[in-house]
Nanobody, 117 residues
Framework: VQLQASGGGLVQAGGSLRLSCKAS???????????VGWYRQTPGKQREFVTS???????NYSDSVKDRFVISRDNSKKTVYLQMNGLKSEDTAVYFC?????????WGQGTLVTVSS
């Protein structure tokens, strides 16, 4: 399984970005059954949970992004999205997508989001 994250960039505080995470080398049925999500990391800190989405459609968000970020998935495109609204300077980080497939975690390479105040 390979995960390719994209969509990061520089945005002003209050703005929006949409991240994408496209999976490859995975058959559609396995993608559909995988739990997916996003973490983020800033220099010198541990990777922090942002959001997740289970194979049966349940989403979970960290308190810091709840009501601002939305995770979604397009199974036909094997892609997971993270819509980020109302961005704050503290959202600046490298964002990593992940898939949990049959108990094993797969990670994308990360995409940098920089929010200027």
């Amino acid at each position: 399984v390979q995960l390719q994250a994209s969509g990061g960039g520089l945005v002003q505080a209050g703005g929006s970005l949409r991240l994408s995470c496209k999976a490859s080398r995975i058959i559609l049925s396995v993608f559909r059954e995988s739990d997916v999500g996003w973490y983020r990391q800033t220099p010198g800190k541990q990777r922090e949970f942002v959001t997740s989405n289970t194979d049966d459609g349940l989403s979970n968000y960290s308190d810091s992004v709840k009501d601002r970020f939305v995770i979604s998935r397009d199974n036909s495109k094997k892609t997971v999205y993270l819509q980020m609204n109302g961005l704050k300077s503290e959202d600046t980080a490298v964002y990593f997508c992940f898939h949990k497939i049959m108990g094993r975690d797969y990670w994308g390479q990360g995409t940098l989001v920089t929010v200027s105040s």
